[in-house]
């Protein structure tokens, strides 16, 4: 059992899903070639990339080479690092328009910058601070301490208001500092109407004038109840579709992987804080255990943070703990497809931990992230 393999094709890397028989582009997973999209020859595809985005060209007179996957690649694999991708490069590499990873480029790629793809959340500006609005996750957080965030699961909207308390620095914290300083937004259909339109699936035009009020696009969950489509879940540039009643997330096109939702260390301080975080290689697609000895960590590594259960599948946990699908639509609004929070490395405690060819650290240097998180919770007010 192995991740796909890849390829550089020009200047973008791309997966190569068997299953499927797609090139799928690292860093934009929603630019998918198919075979279906290639020219078929006795030992090779033949397909137009634009070299500049890595897109697929589709008029067949445009004046531009054509790149050679050869059949191997969709068939059996070639091998990374094997001494057929050696040979490959070697002899047709250049005129094929193909580098297959061979062991150099294997560990070129371990040190190559490849920054990760974080999606640019709705951001408003707050006495000076950034904050970025989470309507999926229903957070808000510091854009520059994203560790540092108040759930809106917990407040009770007000006359249009939410209400937290941040400090000099712009930090949200508790109610009871006396140098706190009340910072109120909107409903978030009102504060960012475009983004809870893209969320829930609900015309702009459509949405209530209260979060309280936001219901459930009813054909997504007509597909859900009735035509049994799981929701799915994209961890950086991977689909999963999830199981609540196994608790577990299962990946759309390899099926003996999946992520344990109860095995990944959900933060969990209190009600309304029950997310799973995990650390994660974005470049090998692989969770990196922290059992509290973490020394060091691959130059390619973030943090991830995956919604509840209620969020992830509210009709699923409904059926499953109060035997009715749709007891939690009213708190929980349904999102058949949800994204993972990526928080960079340097935004976390773990920031200490990436090196770059340095010796392993001291363990006692490391830093506490279970400290660190207890402190940055605040439940707000409402008003």
Not at 186 to 207: A, W
């Amino acid at each position: 059992m192995r991740e796909e393999e890849r390829c550089f094709i020009g200047e973008h890397m791309y997966r190569i899903d068997t299953t499927f028989e797609e090139l799928i582009q690292v860093g934009n997973p929603d630019n998918i070639i198919s075979i279906d999209d290639m020219v078929e020859y006795d030992n090779y595809y033949a397909v137009k990339i634009d070299p500049k985005t890595g897109l697929l060209v589709e008029n067949e007179n445009t004046k531009m080479p054509s790149v050679k996957i050869p059949k191997i690649c969709f068939e059996e694999g070639y091998g990374e690092g094997s001494a057929y991708a050696e040979n490959f490069n070697k002899k047709l590499g250049k005129s094929y328009g193909v580098k297959l990873l061979d062991k150099q480029a294997l560990v070129e790629l371990e040190n190559m910058p490849m920054p990760c793809t974080i999606r640019e959340l709705p951001t408003i500006e707050k006495n000076g601070f950034q904050y970025e609005i989470d309507v999926s996750l229903r957070e808000i957080r510091k854009k520059d301490e994203p560790l540092v965030f108040i759930d809106l699961n917990g407040l009770e909207p007000y006359k249009g208001k939410y209400g937290f308390f941040i400090d000099e620095n712009g930090k949200i914290i508790d109610t009871d500092d006396k140098k706190a300083t009340l910072v109120k937004i909107k409903h978030l259909v009102k504060q960012v109407p475009e983004e809870v339109s893209r969320v829930y699936g609900i015309p702009v035009e459509k949405l209530p004038k209260k979060d309280w009020k936001i219901r459930s696009n009813p054909d997504y969950v007509e597909e859900r109840i009735k035509g049994g489509k799981l929701p799915v879940i994209r961890i950086v540039d991977e689909d999963y579709y999830v199981d609540t009643r196994l608790r577990e997330l299962r990946s759309s096109n390899k099926f003996w992987k999946k992520i344990e939702l109860k095995d990944t260390g959900g933060r969990g301080n209190d009600e309304y804080d029950n997310k799973f975080v995990f650390l994660y290689d974005y470049l090998n697609r692989k969770i990196i255990p922290d059992n509290g000895d973490l020394k060091e960590l691959p130059k390619h590594s973030v943090m991830i943070v995956i919604p509840d259960i209620e969020t992830l599948d509210p009709i699923g946990e409904g059926r499953e703990i109060y035997g009715d699908p749709y007891y939690l639509l009213d708190r929980y609004p349904y999102q058949p497809k949800t994204e993972a929070r990526i928080i960079p490395i340097e935004k976390t405690p773990y920031s200490r931990l990436v090196k770059n060819n340095n010796p392993v650290i001291a363990q006692k240097d490391q830093l506490d992230k279970n400290a660190a998180l207890k402190t940055t919770r605040n439940k707000g007010q409402s008003y």
